[in-house]
């Protein structure tokens, strides 16, 4: 009985043509990030087990880790997100680094999920992340990175939409006013943060159950359903109005307006599902009819070395997952034919292999990627392979060519031929 | 109680100055094995544990594997290796791949194995394999491609020796000389390929006991322990001389020759640890008295789609493991100074931010990566901050600076400082 040639249910494997397409989008990733001054970093994709315990998201923890036991007894977990990695990192050497720290990571990470389209059990995620600057220049930087990125793959404004909030508002709004206990509000959070998930009545139901928990039920459930549907600042309900936050957040929009950002708004539903943002949180969305969706988000997270007795520090940052981000690039027509890195596919033609691989190094010395045919099969047989490779020359070395030291390169778009010597070939392959 | 900040035993955190070596390493990789019109492709690192259970080491198997249970009752395991993943890719697509075809990958691997100097329970191992050709030409491509991979490092021919053998000829040896089982043959290679790490005395005990199983146990241990003395073809037992196994090797050694590949000897000792390897197999061994031992190696392995129900296709790779790599490299002082990536530290000083980030805006879109510290820290502490980070050149943006027009642009190296125009920075820095 033979073994399966299918990967584990919901990962990926790589061919090189998806291979090519994910190197692009890293490269991408990783030259827009590098510009704002951001240094990669990596953590193992097992962690003990303990560092997923305190913080985040329960049911992450609890339905879709990949956790087992190894070999010495010891709980083992494949990283589910980049964050407590992260944290766990900067902690052990919080007096070591000099800050402002920006870091980023492309990690993989596993969940155990309902495998559906756009999500598979294993992804990658751009992990951004700034410590040390607590002013609102960390957001804003935020902000401009993510337009930058997008842009580099050929996005306009138009095609997605920012949304911002912030966490210490909402904070302000549940603990001062409405006098929550802070669970109601961890509920809360979770609840407004999947409103786009759930149908109207559901919703409504749902938080008119929690706000019972309120000073005055009644007042909160008519203020807050007022405030979820806000859609600027200057339209939150009156008596929700004086909050540094809110000042915090008018800045951001200006900074960012001068910086030519006209796409941010703000959106008081936006509170993001984990427990450790404690300020501005934001998310982008697609404006896509057919994937008006979130795509990726973040936020500020001063919080996030506390469970490693480390003394805190701010902290920025977001996540952004490759297969959100191919599938947004494949909606607005952005993704690019990716052609293979090899340029010449030398066809060695009879008996003269240790002549035509000299010319092949040569060629390789001179920083052109060629690819060997020695196969000896029918001349059809060896053009077809270049072919089907899509490798943009071909260039047949027999015993003529080597006698006369003339080699004729033929381009595959248009079959076209041209013979060079040996410099020459460089030169026009160079070109 | 905190959380522990050390990553998972036997595992490494890569800290930016880490992970910058690691880029130098996997894009030189990337490079050189690019220029022999290799393609990259990448399989999950979570693998059906069936995959592992036919072809492989049974050692590795049973007791270094992370295999478990997912949460729909699935046996997993972390990859030990990358072979039977591209096995199992190619077999899947047997008849739509164009032949010869180049496929390489970078991917970590785990082994639960006690951790000691150069061997932790994660590594990457660059696997570089070649299907569709089953001539010597493959095997000279292997061996010219480690020559300029290693060579990109900055190795020459002095620093490590390429040792080469034959399976199908010692399997000759074994099974039409000796008439020994296939299974007594498995034990023989496996024994022999642990011979340097085994005392004299041992080893000759444990062959000459497995060798009691030949037609003429005498004759077996006496001519065996001489032919794994030898070390070149000319000085082979003479009953043993004639194969063709032996014609392909020369014929390899001759090519390497004109290759000016000088490094390569024959060694009968060579025999992989792996049943899948069937004819030639090499190991690069470093030539430093405080290192002389194996440091990667490859072969031929015909029958490696066999498992899959797949027709054969000639096959031959090699997989060279980062940390054997880098320890190499810092042996023969060929370990680089990694530079960040980050040429400018934009320091701005007092209220100008959205001034000075204008700048920092200008800079990036020019190809410039540039760090903004809008910390408001004293202006000493900003200044280490850049030091500590090692990014070559200081732009302090302050008031000033805005209504002058002017930017002073400090070198870290030298403390030298130059004023300049929007327009000159930018020229100066991409200098």
Redesign the interface.
């Known amino acids: 009985m033979?073994?399966?040639?299918?990967?584990?249910?919901g990962?990926?494997?790589?061919?090189?043509e998806d291979?090519?397409l994910?190197?692009y989008i890293f490269t991408t990733m990783r030259k827009v990030v590098?510009?704002?001054?951001y240094?990669?970093?990596?953590?193992?994709?097992?962690?003990?087990t303990?560092?997923y315990l305190?913080k985040g998201n329960q049911e992450i923890i609890e339905?879709q880790t990949?956790t087992?036991?190894?070999?010495?007894e010891?709980s083992?977990t494949?990283r589910t997100e980049m964050t407590p990695s992260i944290a766990?990192?900067v902690?052990?050497?919080r007096q070591e680094l000099?800050?402002?720290l920006?870091?980023y990571s492309i990690p993989?990470c596993?969940r155990?999920e309902r495998t559906q389209r756009g999500r598979g059990r294993?992804f990658y995620q751009l992990n951004v992340d700034l410590f040390?600057?607590?002013?609102i220049?960390a957001e804003?930087?935020m902000l401009?990175l993510i337009r930058?990125l997008l842009g580099a793959y050929g996005a306009t404004d138009d095609m997605y939409t920012i949304r911002i909030n912030s966490r210490a508002f909402m904070d302000w709004v549940f603990t001062e006013h409405f006098e929550l206990q802070k669970q109601v509000q961890a509920d809360l959070f979770r609840l407004i943060d999947r409103k786009h998930k759930l149908d109207t009545k559901k919703f409504d139901e749902q938080l008119s159950e929690l706000l019972q928990e309120a000073n005055n039920p009644q007042a909160a459930v008519s203020t807050i359903t007022e405030l979820l549907q806000t859609d600027s600042l200057d339209s939150i309900p009156e008596l929700l109005r004086e909050h540094d936050s809110l000042h915090a957040l008018r800045e951001l929009i200006n900074?960012a307006t001068?910086?030519n950002i006209q796409n941010l708004v703000f959106d008081p539903t936006i509170t993001r599902g984990f427990d450790y943002y404690n300020d501005i949180v934001f998310e982008v969305f697609d404006t896509d009819q057919d994937n008006n969706r979130s795509m990726f988000g973040g936020g500020r997270y001063d919080n996030l070395l506390e469970?490693?007795?480390?003394d805190p520090i701010p902290t920025i940052g977001f996540g952004m997952g490759d297969m959100t981000l191919i599938n947004f690039l494949e909606i607005h027509n952005l993704l690019p034919n990716i052609q293979?890195?090899?340029l010449v596919?030398l066809v060695?033609y009879g008996d003269v292999?240790?002549q035509a691989?000299?010319v092949a190094?040569d060629l390789?010395t001179s920083?052109?990627?060629?690819?060997?045919?020695?196969?000896?099969r029918k001349m059809d047989k060896m053009i077809?392979?270049a072919d089907?490779?899509q490798?943009p020359y071909i260039l047949v070395i027999g015993e003529r060519e080597i006698t006369e030291a003339r080699f004729t390169l033929k381009r595959l778009e248009d079959g076209e031929e041209v013979q060079y010597s040996k410099e020459e070939l460089v030169t026009a392959l160079l070109s």
Chains 1, 2 share one sequence.
């Open positions: 033979s073994i399966s040639t299918q990967p584990y249910k990962a990926r494997d790589f061919y090189p291979k090519g994910q190197k590098e510009r704002f001054g240094e990669e970093y990596d953590a193992p994709i097992l962690e003990p303990d560092l305190e339905q990949y087992f036991t190894d070999r010495g010891r083992v494949l766990r990192m902690a052990g050497r000099a800050y402002p920006r870091w993989q596993w155990y294993e040390g600057e607590a002013g220049s804003h930087e401009t930058d900074l001068s910086s469970s490693f007795g480390a293979p890195e090899t596919y060695v292999y240790s691989i000299a190094e390789r920083g052109v990627n060629v690819a060997v045919d020695a196969t000896g077809k392979a089907k490779k490798i």
